[in-house]
């Protein structure tokens, strides 16, 4: 070793390191108390405590405790340690490490500002595969998706594109040994690669069985044991999920024996895709299951004939035409994420705005600020969403904000608290 390049940290920078840790705990401890009553946490902190297994904090009580520890502190967190903060020691490293980092400015990858013409709607379909190809033969270039996962950095998806791609995708599924009537689970964040093989699991006339990732990679062991139930109820042949999750393939095969494989996005990618699977209205379209958190996780069989009949009343109540825009953040392995803010703009023609759960949780902000890159008409979100919109946004970063676009707020999927969801409507007026 040469000990003249090793340089020892000055003490100043030590007791800053000390000072920050001292106060981030502070924090910790805090919020704890708050969320065990008054008592004093059930462990010891320290830098090592585990935030979810010692705490018992969710992603929500993990967002609320890194907004907390960036007031205290005065810093801005990146996104990602939101999701990927473990412990103490992980958030201070994203200070000390990536708080430096100048902010992202937003591209919008040319294409929001293409004419939206009136278009129609396949009224005459009877699967969301046929009301695809309806709308990748009249106009192929039409932006169907952006992905702006970041709720900064857009990446848009055409019908074309999003077609071709799955195309190829059914044709990799089939060349190892997916055959029609399979059930594929999907395990991917949100972003290209979920959409892409979502569909290039039915155009090979297999079963989509969506799951929701682990929030960090370090929890791809223990994600895959407590989907275990799910994926040997469904007799899952087959895992696509992102490659750092593929060591995990012999322990599921331990725990699930109907599973022969697990997949990327990267290994389906065939090349000239073969003969296209074609659905009837009756056949299953995906299969949803329960989050198992209150018992035995319960699967529900959707059709192609099901998801129409809800897409088509959704569209009738609400007069949706190819001139609206619907921004989501919601996740798409849930039914209002999945079938009410992907499956409708597909079926009319509208494009899908979406980012990531875990951006909304970390920068709320952002999901307003896309109605107005956008000009967004429709959206939707649980009762906490609005909450936390009306809680934990600056003044600052609504300064300014646009949202006369907004047709339809929608909000559900638990108790209803009028307050909060009124307050994009405040806003708006």
């Known amino acids: 070793m040469n000990h003249d390049q090793m340089v020892p940290p000055r003490v100043d920078d030590v007791i800053h390191h000390t000072d920050m840790e001292s106060r981030l705990l502070r924090v910790v401890e805090t919020l704890a108390e708050e969320v065990h009553s008054g008592e004093n946490p059930p462990v010891k902190l320290g830098p090592l405590t585990q935030f979810e297994r010692d705490l018992g904090f969710d992603s929500l009580m993990r967002a609320e405790l890194l907004g907390r520890i960036e007031h205290t502190l005065n810093v801005r967190l990146p996104v990602d340690a939101f999701a990927s903060s473990a412990t103490p020691a992980d958030v201070l490293r994203a200070i000390e490490t990536d708080c430096a980092a100048p902010p992202r400015q937003p591209t919008d990858g040319g294409a929001r500002h293409m ?243 875990t951006t909304f949780l970390a920068r709320p902000e952002r999901w307003l600020q896309l109605f107005q890159r956008y000009r967004g008409t429709i959206t939707a979100a649980p009762n906490f969403a609005y909450e936390r919109c009306a809680r934990h946004i600056d003044d600052a970063d609504l300064d300014g904000l646009d949202l006369s676009s907004l047709r339809f707020a929608f909000c559900g999927a638990e108790p209803v608290s009028r307050p909060y969801p009124a307050c994009i409507a405040e806003h708006d007026a």
């Open 115 to 357: 004419p939206f013409d009136a278009i129609g709607a396949p009224l005459q379909a009877q699967t969301l595969i046929y009301a695809l190809r309806w709308h990748v033969d009249r106009h192929p270039d039409r932006t169907h998706i952006f992905v702006v996962e970041d709720g900064v950095t857009s990446s848009p998806l055409t019908y074309g594109e999003l077609y071709r791609r799955a195309a190829r995708a059914a044709s990799g599924l089939r060349s190892v040994g997916i055959d029609p009537g399979d059930t594929v689970a999907l395990m991917l964040p949100t972003g290209c690669d979920y959409f892409v093989s979502f569909l290039g699991i039915m155009l090979c006339g297999a079963i989509p069985v969506p799951i929701y990732p682990p929030a960090r990679l370090s929890q791809v062991e223990e994600h895959v044991r407590r989907h275990a139930a799910i994926l040997a109820n469904a007799q899952v042949k087959a895992l696509i999920t992102v490659p750092q999750a593929v060591v995990v393939a012999r322990l599921l095969r331990a725990l699930v024996p109907s599973v022969d494989q697990v997949l990327t996005p990267a290994s389906i990618d065939g090349s000239e895709p073969g003969a296209l699977f074609a659905p009837r209205a009756e056949d299953t379209a995906f299969l949803q299951y329960t989050s198992g958190s209150t018992g035995d996780p319960k699967g529900v069989v959707l059709s192609h004939g099901n998801l129409l009949a809800n897409i088509r009343a959704m569209g009738d109540r609400m007069h949706v035409d190819a001139s609206d825009v619907l921004v989501s953040w919601l996740p798409l392995y849930h039914d209002m994420g999945l079938i009410g803010a992907w499956f409708a703009p597909m079926y009319y023609g509208f494009p899908l705005v979406v980012m990531s759960p």
